[in-house]
């Protein structure tokens, strides 16, 4: 289990809000993110951050890919 954070930023390509691992290298500053909590996997991260508003919330390619679809 980790602890998962949300960009708050919607700036990459796709304009989702990206969830993170605390170990990813792409981890946002700590003004940028919002913790979402520690889960088993980043699908159970996503699927946090999207029942609370985060509707286009999306794994980060690197550190929840098991999460990631765009």
């Given at each position: 289990?980790?602890h998962?954070?949300i960009?708050?930023n ?5 304009g989702?809000?990206e969830v993170?691992?605390?170990d990813?290298?792409?981890l946002?500053?700590?003004t ?7 889960f088993?996997?980043g699908?159970a ?5 999207k029942s609370k ?5 999306d794994g980060?390619?690197?550190?929840c ?5 765009e």
């Open positions: 289990m980790k998962y954070y960009n708050n919607t700036t990459n390509p796709n989702n809000n993170h691992t605390e990813c290298k792409y946002p500053s700590p940028n993110r919002t913790y979402l909590g520690y088993i996997d699908i991260a996503v699927a946090t951050a508003g985060y509707s286009k919330a980060c390619i690197h550190c890919s098991e999460a990631h679809t």
